[in-house]
């Protein structure tokens, strides 16, 4: 058997791609509605895609961060939301909590434990608030199926005392038996309707 003799520049080459981590792709943009701008991306080593949602919110910067990272005010969420938990919140700073998702039938419906950390930049002013998983808290629930892979993350940067810039990007992992692309499908359509919502509650005061 005749052996193949590989140069030690591309044995070097090969090593170095073996051992490179998978990255996520680029941002790629898919639409424009109401102001919105939606993208969506690959996720490294995995089939369903991450979102993204961008725009300018036009109201005074304390009313959008008194409405976006305060769990209490809830009503502005995914209208699938069936049953929320507010399990700890400290205002600018940290929450916890439950959210049981209804899902279509024959689709079982879902639910999630999240913990969402709230930081403030005090010379810029912009606000972060990541979202994952709180495993371990809430005990499962036979006629659900738990959502364990998932982040979100807002980015809230002020332009100018009345107008923010505000990015939602995340990811979640339904788990159970929804088809990938039935998944990606509607994930375009959630940051759009989160904000767009958002945009109609706050410009409209």
């Known amino acids: 058997m005749r052996r193949i003799r590989i140069s030690l520049p591309a044995q070097i080459f090969f090593m170095l791609l073996l051992s490179c981590p998978a990255v996520a792709q680029s941002w790629k943009f898919i639409k424009e509605k109401d102001g919105v701008k939606i993208y969506t991306r690959k996720e490294a080593g995995n089939s369903l895609k991450s979102f993204r949602g961008v725009a300018d919110i036009y109201a005074p910067v304390e009313m959008v961060y008194n409405l976006i990272g ?19 919140y400290e205002k600018a700073a940290i ?3 439950y959210l049981v998702y209804d899902s279509p039938w024959p689709v079982a419906d879902r639910d999630l434990c999240a913990e969402a950390l709230i930081t403030t930049d005090p ?9 994952k998983p709180l ?3 809430i005990p ?12 979100q993350t807002w980015t809230l940067e002020p332009v100018s005392r009345n107008v923010i810039h505000v990015v939602l990007e995340g ?5 159970g038996s929804v088809p990938d692309w039935v998944y990606n499908m ?5 940051p759009l309707k989160i904000i767009r919502g958002i945009k109609q509650r706050l410009e409209k005061k």
Do not use: Q
């Not at 010379?123 to 979202?131: D, E, H, L, M, N």
């Not at 990811?171 to 788990?175: A, L, N, S």
């Open 70 to 88: 305060n769990v209490k005010n809830v009503d502005w969420w995914d209208k699938n939301v069936r049953e929320i938990k507010v399990l700890y």
């Open 95 to 97: 929450s916890r909590y």
């Open 123 to 131: 010379v810029t002013g912009v606000r972060k608030i990541s979202a």
């Open 135 to 137: 495993p371990g808290v």
């Open 140 to 151: 499962e629930r036979p006629d659900l199926v738990r959502i364990r892979n998932y982040w």
């Open 171 to 175: 990811y979640v992992d339904p788990g």
């Open 186 to 190: 509607v994930i375009t359509e959630t």
